[in-house]
Each structure stands twice: as C-alpha cells, then as structure tokens.
C-alpha cells in the first residue's frame, strides 16, 4: 500500500476514533488550547510594543544623522563628557559647505517657552529655531499653510509654524494662518501647521512645539544653546559613509588632532534601536518561553491521553493486525490521531487568541496577530502532536498480535 | 486432491517462562491440500490455538519449517507477515473480533484498505462479500446492532472478501446458539463447495465432524489425523 493512500486512510480512521471519543479528545485538546493561546498572545502582545517602538522611533528618521554634543547612549566615563564643548552655527555651517553626502542640512535649537493668543495661554511649549531646510531633514508634513522660506529664515522674520496640539489649543475653531501669536514676550504670524506626529514612546508629545527660524530665536533667546545638526542622507543605503564623512568634517572644524577622541556624538535611529532591542529581546525571550511551558504541559497530556487510548483499543490493533495492518500502518493512524487532536487543539487556541488580540488592539495597544504567528502556532501544534503522539504510537505498532487479540 | 497448500515441517514451538521451557508444540509436521476442510481438534493446552496462531502467521515457530501457498513463512518479519495475513489468510474468531464503532460495509472493506484497493472497487467487493453471505439489507449496521449469528456473517464476509487461500476459524460457533451455530457450519460448507481451503480449530466433536479431515493434537504432537469416510 503507498503512503498516501495510508495516510489517507489513516486519516479517516483517526478522525472517526476521535469523533467517537468526544469528551477525551476535547480534555486532550485543552491542553494545546491554552497553550498556543498563551503562545500567540505572547506574541501579539510583543508585536504591539515593538510597533508601538516603530511609530515613534519613525519621527526620528532611519536616514537623518543628528550631529550633537552628546552621544545618546553614550558608555564613556563622565569627566570625559563634561568638558565638551557646544556645537555651534560655525560646525552647522562648515559641515553644509564641505559634505558631498549629505542631501540636506538644518540646525536646530530649542527652549521651552510659555504661549499666548488672545486670553488663551499655553505653559511648557517646545520652540524649535531651524532654517528652511529642516523640513527636509525629518519627516514633518505642512498640514495647513506653508513652511517658511530660506529669505524668511535668513532674514530673521518673526514666523511660525505650530504644532497640532497648540493648533487645538487656540484655534480649534478658526484658521491659525496669519493669526498672530506670542512666543514668550515677542509675536509671531502662523504661517503653517504642522501633521499630527504622535507621541515619542507614549510619553511626550512631539505636537506640542513651535517651530520658528533660527536667527529670531538667536536674537530673542540668545546663542548660548548647543545646537543640533541634522543631516539627510544623499543615499540612505550610504549612510555609514556619510557619517564618516560628517565625522572627519566635525574632526577638522573642531581642530582635533589625529589620534583624539571625538568630543561630539553622531547620532542616528539605528543606535535607539540596537538600545531597544538589547533591552527587550531577553525580556521577550522570557515570555514565549514561558508561555511555551503550558505547551509542554498540554503535550504531556496529550501522550498520556494516547497511553490510555492505545491500552483501550489493545483489541482493536490485534483485530487490524490480524487482517494485514503493518507496523507502519498502525504507528501512522496513532501519530495522525495525536497530530489531529493537537492540530485542532491549535486552531481553537487561534480561534480564542485571535478576537483577544482585536481586542488588545482596540482597547490596550495598537497590535495584530501577523500570519507568521498563525503559521507558526499551528506548526507547533502539529510537532507536539507528533512529538506527544510518537511514543504512544510506536508502543501501539509493535504489539503482538496474539497477545493483543486475547486483551479483553 | 489438489496440491500442496500447507507444508509444516517438524515445527516447535517453545515460551520461556523464567527458567522453564514450556513446549506448546513439540515437532508437528502437517500437510494440507487445497480445497480442504480440515479440523483440528484437542483438549485445552494441546497447541491447537499455537498451531492455528502459526498457520495464521500471527506468530512465527521457534524451529523447522513452515510453507504455505510456495512461500516459506518461518523467517518473515513482522510486515512481510502482516502482508500474508492480509492477503493468504481469512480469520473467523469465536468472539467475532468486529471493530464495535465501525458498521458492517466498512468492517468487511478494512483488509481490502489494507491490501491498498481503491474505494470504489473496494465497496463494490465489499457489498458482493456481505451478499454473500446473506447480509446485503445489514451493511449499514453496527456490531452491537447485529445478532451473533449476523456478526459471525460479518465476519466471514471479512475474511473472504480479499480471496484468501485458507479461511481459518476458531472456534467459529463457540459464542452462538446450536441452531445459528449449524447456520455458520452449513455456511462454511458452502464456501468449501467453492472451492475455499477451510481449517477449523474446536474441541467440540458435533462442530468436527462438518470437516473432511480431523487432526488431533495432544501435548503438542499430533496424536491422530484422519479422513472422514463418507
């Protein structure tokens, strides 16, 4: 007999054993029920952390390099760190002249500052002072309005742009464009409103700001602030060359002399995310590994379960023996019983899993359970199955004949 | 008669319990033509069931030779006998050895699933074997919804329906009233006139006498072999 059509036979006959023993084979199941519920949950749950990671690390930028004073996740000593000195307008400007990489570059500054609009006030507000080319450098969309040009920038016109938060704090209800506005003690006209950019890990808003051009802000808040340079990549899959370039063109106008420790940091998304990952991946490995353990629980259920079915049907296997069934035959219609329990044990577990994780998605944190979890829940299914199912099944196939029709 | 169907040569058949050696068959040498109908007859404890377990290849002897229907058996291995079983050999036990959860129709197909026929021609031989032994209005019933006398049906249906070479029933009436009991034996007799090789395994001497040929075993030897005179 070839195997296909002994495993398809074996098939319907596991199906039928399992049909007949409704109550076993559901408490057999249960097992891989709630483990691969718990397993894709797992799963799902770790899914919406790193998109939620994601979204806020996307305003960051994967191709903008952020040439600053400090290193982000800097590991030197502090001594080393405390005498740096600030970046200044001069290194902005040097490194836009020299870089051949770099597609785009903007300073930025910024200060907190309290607003005003008529009666309404608004305390804490983040004020960003860049040029025109800013907007180029991050992923900031124009919602309303218009960016300020580089003849607004250069020429220390009072404009700006605001954020969606202070947009609903003192326009909800009007057009903001050509309102004017004050920013601490001086007015500025809106010219623009920028998109709704969310928050960063949830716990800060990245709309409440006023972005204004850098030479007003030099003037109304002095220059005595590092400033931060932001870089564009002229290619993205180029970037670690154009940050080798920034880094020499920094080395040169700081005057640093060959062998010298760099005293500026070269930030980029790919450094928060090596952080994140290096902080989470042990923590997730924990969970799905703990979660895997209720699976083991319900496999060793499962090969218990097939014991006591092998034992009680030790009459049947002599009676299928007795009229030709060969080892094989019997191993296979045990193993595909056991892979059927476990398979269906999966995609009930999926079935529970699955609404759970709408549910996360509306209520806890944005999430969905993605295919490969699903495939891979039911793979699982179906190598416990066989796994629980082996031993079991082999006793059954090398039983005597003989012995196994005198069972009573 | 016809040729040689069954050739046992000097076959034992030794179990070890502990120290002890226990001898179920002590040197046997058995023939058997086709188209017979052979009973093999003896007390509790004489071999019978070893010899009818050897001849139905559900166990191999612990020496000399056993060759049915040209091919030497005693060294097989579980498979190949599995396959002899399925292909050589029709059994009929005494507590009918039905699968309970199975109707009549797929019981009977169960060695034709086994041999690795397609459906169709297996219900269709399946039907024509449950015909034949009267039960063509009961395929769709289970065991436990058949008399005895009808399972006992079914289960000859399950041996024939692959054309065995031996039909081999043990203790066929053991579990049925005389009358059922004479209907199974007027049965085999029907399908001996066939032309089916039947071997029979009872001690009881009524039940016997239906054979042709009665061998009588003793402490493992055979203690008489004879012919039914007509």
Redesign the interface.
């Known amino acids: 007999?070839?195997l296909f059509?002994e495993i398809k036979?074996s098939f319907l006959i596991s199906v039928?054993?399992i049909i007949?023993h409704k109550m076993r084979s559901v408490l057999a199941a249960l097992g891989i029920v709630i483990g691969i519920t718990a397993v894709t949950l797992m799963q799902t749950a770790i899914e919406g952390i790193n998109r939620a990671f994601e979204s806020s690390i996307s305003s960051v930028g994967a191709d903008i390099l952020y040439v600053q004073k400090f290193e982000w996740f800097g590991k030197e000593d502090f001594e080393f760190y405390r005498n740096r000195r600030d970046i200044t307008l001069q290194h902005y400007e040097y490194v836009k002249k020299f870089s051949q990489t770099a597609a785009s570059v903007a300073p930025s500054v910024g200060s907190s500052r309290p607003l005003q609009y008529g009666s309404l006030s608004m305390d804490n507000v983040f004020i960003i002072g860049t040029t025109d080319e800013y907007q180029k450098t991050t992923s900031l969309n124009v919602d309303e309005g218009r960016f300020f040009t580089s003849k607004e920038s250069e020429g220390s016109y009072p404009v700006c742009l605001i954020g969606m938060d202070v947009k609903n704090g003192f326009f909800s209800n009007i057009n903001p464009i050509g309102k004017i506005m004050k920013v601490g003690t001086h007015s500025f006209r809106v010219i623009g409103v920028i998109e709704k950019q969310g928050s960063m890990l949830g716990l800060f808003s990245l709309d409440n700001r006023v972005i204004i051009p850098i030479t007003v802000f030099y003037k109304l808040f002095g220059t005595r602030r590092s400033v931060t340079i932001n870089i564009k990549a002229a290619d993205m899959n180029n970037l670690d060359e154009t940050k080798e370039e920034i880094k020499s063109i920094m080395r040169k106008a700081r005057k640093i002399p060959i062998g010298g420790r760099d005293d500026f940091g070269i930030n980029e998304q790919a450094a928060f995310k090596d952080t994140y990952n290096q902080l989470t991946s042990l923590i997730k490995i924990i969970g799905i590994l703990i979660t895997s353990l209720s699976l083991v629980v319900g496999s060793v259920g499962i090969t218990n379960i097939m014991f006591v079915s092998v034992k009680e049907r030790t009459?049947?296997i002599?009676?299928?023996?007795?009229?030709?069934?060969?080892?094989?035959?019997i191993l296979i219609q045990f193993l595909i019983e056991s892979s059927l329990i476990c398979l269906s044990g999966g995609l009930i577990g999926l079935m529970i899993s699955f609404p759970i994780s709408l549910i996360i998605d509306a209520f806890v944190l944005p999430t969905a359970m993605p295919l490969w979890v699903v495939a891979l829940g039911l793979f699982i299914s179906l190598l416990f199955g066989v796994m629980s199912g082996f031993f079991p099944a082999y006793n059954a196939a090398k039983l005597d004949?003989?012995e196994s029709?005198r069972y009573e | 008669m016809g040729s040689k169907l069954i050739d046992i040569k000097n076959v034992t058949k030794i179990y070890e319990m502990g120290e002890e050696k226990l001898f179920a068959l002590n040197g046997v040498n058995l023939e058997i033509e086709k188209n017979d109908y052979v009973a093999i007859m003896g007390p509790s404890g004489s071999g019978k069931s070893t010899l009818m377990n050897i001849i139905g290849c559900l166990d191999t002897p612990s020496s000399g030779d056993y060759i049915l229907n040209g091919k030497d058996v005693h060294e097989m291995d579980d498979d190949e006998l599995a396959e002899i079983r399925n292909r050589e050999i029709g059994f009929v036990f005494q507590t009918f050895n039905l699968l309970p959860r199975s109707n009549a129709l797929h019981n009977v197909e169960l060695p034709l699933i086994y041999s690795g026929m397609t459906r169709h021609d297996r219900i269709q031989r399946a039907e024509e074997a449950l015909n034949n032994v009267g039960l063509g209005d009961r395929m769709m019933h289970k065991p436990n919804e058949l008399s005895g006398g009808q399972r006992q049906r079914v289960a000859v249906a399950r041996a024939l329906v692959n054309n065995p070479s031996i039909i081999l029933a043990d203790e066929p009436t053991g579990n049925l009233d005389t009358k059922t009991g004479v209907e199974i034996m007027a049965l085999f007799e029907e399908l001996n006139k066939n032309g089916n090789t039947i071997i029979l395994v009872t001690h009881e001497e009524d039940i016997a006498k239906n054979a042709h040929r009665i061998v009588k075993l003793r402490d493992g030897l055979i203690e008489a072999d004879y012919r039914k005179t007509e």
Not at chain 1, 318 to 323: C, Q, S, V
């Open positions: 007999m070839n059509v036979e039928k054993a007949s009459k049947e002599g009676i299928r023996k007795a009229i030709g069934a060969r080892r094989r035959t004949p003989v029709l």
